[in-house]
T-cell receptor, first 113, second 112 residues
Framework: KAGVTQTPRYLIKTRGQQVTLSCSPI?????VSWYQQTPGQGLQFLFE???????NKGNFPGRFSGRQFSNSRSEMNVSTLELGDSALYLC????????????FGPGTRLTVL | KQEVTQIPAALSVPEGENLVLNCSFT??????LQWFRQDPGKGLTSLLL?????REQTSGRLNASLDKSSGRSTLYIAASQPGDSATYLC???????????FGRGTSLIVHP
């Protein structure tokens, strides 16, 4: 099976812009989670989607949003980018909601200038 | 609020040594605990998943144990190899919310 894929792999934006990141889960997986990883805060949970519904949400401002499509692919959007949003954004998929082994993608490296 | 601590933060050992990495958590009402490895600039690779009802899991040279009552998990790596060099993270999923909390990781270097 193909693994979790994320596009784009690298992205450079300026403050105030918005960005959309994409994640394609492993075939058959219905749960997709998003994480932000920074040197200062480590790895932090953003949100989880299952069957197109947001099931869990971490402690991030409303500028961070996501959605999941009927084919389980997911997108994450960050509006009004700030310098502190520079991070590695990771997507993970699992076959069951919250309870199964998570498989991570390679991540999208976002740099905000 | 769940807090996950990993000790040590960094470790450098010669090839062939047996290692123990530690993970502690403050709230014992967990659903499961998962160990990952992360290579520089890359995503995470799942190593072992322990459900809250289990005491340990094994995969090859890796063995992870879980003691919920004391809020601790250990990852044992036998006969370490240079290819084991990576950052090892543990993640705890809370019962009920299923929101995962990650530790900051242990950076491991195994030198030949």
């Amino acid at each position: 099976k193909a693994g979790v894929t994320q596009t784009p792999r690298y992205l450079i934006k300026t403050r105030g812009q918005q960005v959309t990141l994409s994640c394609s889960p492993i075939s058959g997986h219905r749960s997709v989670s998003w994480y932000q990883q920074t040197p200062g805060q480590g790895l932090q949970f953003l949100f989880e989607y299952f069957s197109e519904t947001q099931r869990n949400k971490g402690n991030f401002p409303g500028r961070f949003s996501g959605r999941q499509f009927s084919n389980s692919r997911s997108e994450m959007n960050v509006s009004t980018l700030e310098l502190g949003d520079s991070a590695l954004y990771l997507c993970a998929s699992s076959s069951k909601l919250s309870t199964d082994t998570q498989y991570f993608g390679p991540g999208t490296r976002l740099t905000v200038l | 609020k769940q807090e996950v601590t990993q000790i040590p933060a960094a470790l450098s050992v010669p090839e062939g040594e047996n290692l123990v990495l530690n993970c502690s958590f403050t709230d014992s009402a967990i659903y499961n605990l998962q160990w990952f490895r992360q290579d520089p600039g890359k995503g995470l690779t799942s190593l072992l998943l322990i459900q809250s009802s289990q005491r340990e899991q094994t995969s090859g040279r890796l063995n992870a144990s879980l003691d919920k009552s004391s809020g601790r998990s250990t990852l044992y790596i036998a006969a370490s190899q240079p290819g084991d060099s990576a950052t090892y993270l543990c993640a705890v999923k809370e019962g009920g919310s299923y929101i995962p909390t990650f530790g900051r990781g242990t950076s491991l270097i195994v030198h030949p």
